[in-house]
């Protein structure tokens, strides 16, 4: 018997499996949803908190979530609506600083008023119950505000010491809104990516919003190398997408974005009041103009008619989706990405 060939087939042998295993998975990598923690891990911790982003990061997303408005004073702040009476103690600690229509504005108040806020669980600002029941309890725990540089500032220091590279996926909250208040907030926001060193494609940083003239003039004005997602959600939005079909709105995404961020919702034939026609081609037409497709916002705790989270996550893969926002970072993480490996 020839022990020597047998051994350098064995060898041989090793050496293949071995490079197959390697070409099968970053193969399979390369096919993986994207996680995006949607406002941190608020599935778990009040939204747009440290301590939310902090537990999200733990949880090994691809990407953690910031929306951004403006104070009064031009400070960018990470809070998901312009308005602050759902999110914090507003009501109780500047009674008088409400508008005509009973809401108090963000850009109405300087960062140091924006501080003193403690920040809880978005409830509903005249019954005061939590939207989400089961998850952190209102009132419980101290929670703050805090700025677009602050969570820059903590996603990096976390970077650095847990030897990561988990992304930031900002959104530019309501532009036209903030014109009329006399504010440019994607000239700070962009000067604020900069200054951390979020300029280009390859910085692990994403750009959204749902504004489609702003995004196309934030690649066509300020000439931004980010990787832009246009967001879309039918019927809130947006004159330059109204009466147009799937196949044109698409094209028109593409002359200046590189993915759009649709409801997932809007893509289930059948399945709720909010489906569009025509939607759920969406995917594939993104992908042929070579857009990717992030879709919002997979939650545990609002399943619509599937019977698991499980299964609704299954449906981000029959739905060909590139990544999901999520509320629940950990079970995304666990679900999505042990089916590929
Ligand atoms: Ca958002």
Redesign the pocket.
Known sequence: MNYELIFVKIIHRILISILNCFISCTVKRDSDILVIA??GASGYLPEHTLPAKALAFGMNPDYI???VVLSKDDVPVVI?DIHLETTTNVQELFPNRCREDGRYYVIDFLWEELQKLKVTERFDARTHQTVYPKRFPKDVATFHLHTLSQELEFIQGLNTSMQKNVGV?V?I?EPQFHRNHQKDISKIVLKTLAYYGYTTKKDRCVL?CFDAVELRRIREEYQSKLFLVQ?LEIGYLDAPFQNKSTQNIVQEISEYADGIGPWYKQLLPGKNQVTIDGFSELVDLAHQQQLKVHA??FRADDLVEFSSFEALLEKAKTLKLDGI?TDHPDLAVTYLKKKNH
Request: glycine fraction near 0%; hydrophobic fraction near 20%.
């Open positions: 949607h406002r979530e910031q929306d998901h996926y959104e909250k959204q967001l919002f916002t926002f």
